[in-house]
């Protein structure tokens, strides 16, 4: 007995080291996934740390960190909130819950973190840093450059609190002032790229082009993928007469980021100064990427139709009919916009842990007496630059853009399926069920079935497997007609070889013989949304899985009539309801309905069984994802982030460019 005793004891002492040895692992494991980039396997790391010990503040804090270079800054913030609540005195949790703040555009709130933070560990530099940026970013520009000038107190190295004054400095004209502290910045960082683009906007303000020209050569040196300084050289060698040249540097802008629409703007008025094709061609794309820039449209089309007045005007002629007109505004020759430039400023955003850095600055365009690109004021641009000197620019607007027609596909219906290597990503969790496993063990795990939604490829050679099963069934039923599990596993085979209707008459002979089947209900709901789906796959329906937002699309109410024509909604929910009814815990058929009730229209009904199924499941990755569309449809933006957010820590990687495009 002391034996067994000494032995319990020893199991029981080593089993605590053991915990501790493998959230340990877990912990580093994810902050090396952070550091070399794999922002997503980091956070699978944090979920299991936060699930063996959820006490713990730090798997928090990374875990935001990780979703923070994601761009889901309300996830970020939601776990922040989580680790400040656990350790309140955490320096570094308020400063990343203030990047997060700003991000999402509550300066306030960013600025009051920042005060915390400072307050807790008042010898940061970064912190400082970054309430200077939200500080010029609330148009206090006075209190951002003292902010900046206390961060390079605290850390004379530190190049991008410089390049955030230089920018400071342009917004209040002090041009001597800003090209100085880009001096000290390449001074201490001689290959920093971005802070010779820096200092090429300041030249470029105080009409130095050739000082400018020779810092965009620089900066491109050194980074030959900067597409903002290719974008800049460009609008100087516009400037300078160069059409020629600027046209090369805007197509090489266009290449390494086609978003940026002043590129293709600009490109559009240089084919158009040089009479070139495909000036018209370049609005247009413009357009599409900033729709504030319709308006150049539509002058080069006014020009075309006023030049041609004047021609035949002066020859005596009568103005072209429209035919023709549309003709001529093809062909390119117009007089460009005439602008004047204005340049570009940059402040940067220092991170907690890395150097991010992010900027903000205004924009607007102005008219003048010369042929010039389209260029914007300082202090409405936001030029995003990181230690390697890689720039994503977008810009300041006085309001987000309405009615964007988005379309985004929903995760698909749970159904059952044959197991193989490729029709169950091993990496997502996949969701137990007792109901599939009863029937596994009747069949002896031959085949072995799952309810998945992520069915195997339609390969030949997977088609002719289930054809042979087919017969197998089919000669059990031949010898004993009333053969319940051979109907059942024939309905089955009969789905996955997309042969619907019969699938759907074995499981109404299934349910016939047994009226308490449960998966038989579900399958047959199934096959009936399979069915449709696969004559969408053929064209012949519109997609019956879309969310659109900011708008109706073309057609909808037709839509609806063509869905009805082929499948009654109300039998797959009665089916799915049964199924409910019978075993209230089957979190597929709630899934499933949720996604029926998007078809129908009926979003709230939706919303209600994805909760559903997440109060049963909270692990329910899925679920998460369509809830968080259909929020942001009926225009819950920051319930559908958090949903998205939620969807992407389980393992949903698209929610994250959903998040980034549309919540944020």
């Given amino acids: 007995m002391k034996r067994l005793i000494s032995l319990l004891f020893l199991v029981m002492s080593v089993l605590p080291a053991m915990a501790q040895l493998n959230t340990d692992h877990y912990f580093y494991v994810g902050k090396s996934r952070i550091y070399f980039g794999n922002y997503a396997g980091a956070i699978e790391n944090f979920n299991i740390v936060i699930k063996l010990k959820p006490y713990l503040p730090e798997p928090y804090f990374y875990r935001a960190v990780a979703k923070y270079y994601l761009e889901d800054f309300r996830g970020a913030k939601e776990d922040l909130d989580k680790a400040i609540s656990i350790k309140p005195f955490y320096p570094e949790a308020y400063m990343e819950r203030g990047m997060a703040n700003h991000e999402l555009g509550d300066l306030k709130a960013a600025v009051a973190d920042y005060d915390k933070a400072i307050q807790l560990d008042n010898d940061n530099a970064a912190i400082y840093n970054n309430r200077g940026i939200a500080r010029v970013t609330m148009d206090s520009i006075d209190s951002g450059i003292a902010d900046y000038t206390k961060a390079i107190e605290l850390d004379p190295t530190m190049a991008n609190a410089y390049l955030n004054r230089s920018s400071a400095k342009q917004m209040k004209d002090d041009l001597d002032g800003a090209i100085a502290d880009c001096n000290k910045a390449i001074h201490l960082r001689p290959h920093f790229a971005s802070a010779y683009l820096m200092r090429g906007i300041a030249k470029f303000e105080k009409e130095d082009y050739a000082g400018a020209l020779k810092d965009y050569d620089i900066c491109i040196r050194l980074d030959s993928k900067m597409a903002q300084a290719f974008v800049n050289r460009g609008i100087v060698k516009h400037k300078l007469g160069d059409a020629e040249g600027a ?5 090489m802008a266009i290449k390494l980021n086609p978003n940026i629409a002043v590129a293709w703007l600009n490109r559009g008025i240089a084919r158009e100064t040089l009479e070139r094709p495909g000036a ?7 357009k599409q990427l900033d729709p504030r820039f319709a308006e150049q449209e539509k002058r080069y089309q006014e020009e075309q139709r006023r030049q041609q007045q004047q021609y035949y005007a002066s020859a005596g002629a009568s103005t072209p009919q429209k035919g023709s007109q549309q003709k001529g505004q093809q062909s390119g020759a117009a007089q460009p916009q005439k602008t004047t430039a204005k340049t570009d400023s940059t402040v940067t955003k220092t991170s907690a842990h890395a150097g991010n850095a992010i900027a903000a600055a205004d924009s607007t365009s102005n008219k003048s007496k010369t042929a010039g690109p389209y260029t914007r004021k300082r202090r409405r641009r936001l030029i995003v630059v990181d230690e390697e000197g890689q720039v994503k620019e977008t810009e300041v607007t006085d309001g987000r853009i309405q009615n964007r027609n988005v379309i985004i596909k929903l995760e698909p219906d749970f159904s059952i399926s044959m197991f193989h ?40 050679w997977r088609m002719q497997q289930y054809r042979d099963r087919i017969a197998v069934e089919t000669a059990i039923l031949k010898t004993d007609p009333k053969d319940e599990r051979a109907y059942l596993n024939r309905a089955i085979y009969y789905a996955l070889d997309n042969k619907f209707n019969e699938s759907i008459q074995d499981y109404d002979q299934v349910i016939s013989l047994d009226p308490h ?24 329906l519109p997609e019956p899985e879309t969310i659109n937002i900011g708008g109706k699309k073309a057609g909808q109410d037709d839509t609806q009539k063509t869905h009805a024509q082929v499948l009654d909604y109300e039998k797959v929910i009665k089916d799915y309801e049964t199924v409910i009814y019978m075993n209230p815990k089957f979190i597929f058929a709630w899934f499933n309905m949720g996604n029926t009730k998007v078809k129908e229209r009926d979003y709230y009904g939706a919303l209600d069984d994805y909760s559903k199924a997440i109060e049963l499941e ?3 990755a899925e679920a998460y994802f369509n809830r968080g569309l259909t929020r942001i449809y009926l225009d819950d933006i920051d319930g559908g982030a958090l949903d998205l957010s939620k969807a992407g820590e389980l393992g949903i990687d698209e929610a994250y460019s959903i998040i980034k495009q549309y919540c944020n």
């Fill in 247 to 251: 046209i090369i540097d805007y197509d």
């Fill in 280 to 286: 018209r061609q370049d609005y247009e794309m413009a």
């Fill in 421 to 460: 290597k490729d029709s169950v990503d091993y990496d997502k969790l996949q969701y137990y069920s007792m109901v599939i496993d009863a029937l596994n063990q009747k069949n002896h795990n031959d085949p072995f079935l799952v309810i998945t939604n992520k069915p195997a490829r339609d390969n030949s």
């Fill in 517 to 540: 089947n449960l998966l038989a209900y579900f399958g047959r709901a199934t096959a009936r949304l399979l069915m449709t789906d696969y004559i969408q796959s053929l064209n012949t």
């Fill in 618 to 620: 909270p692990d329910f």
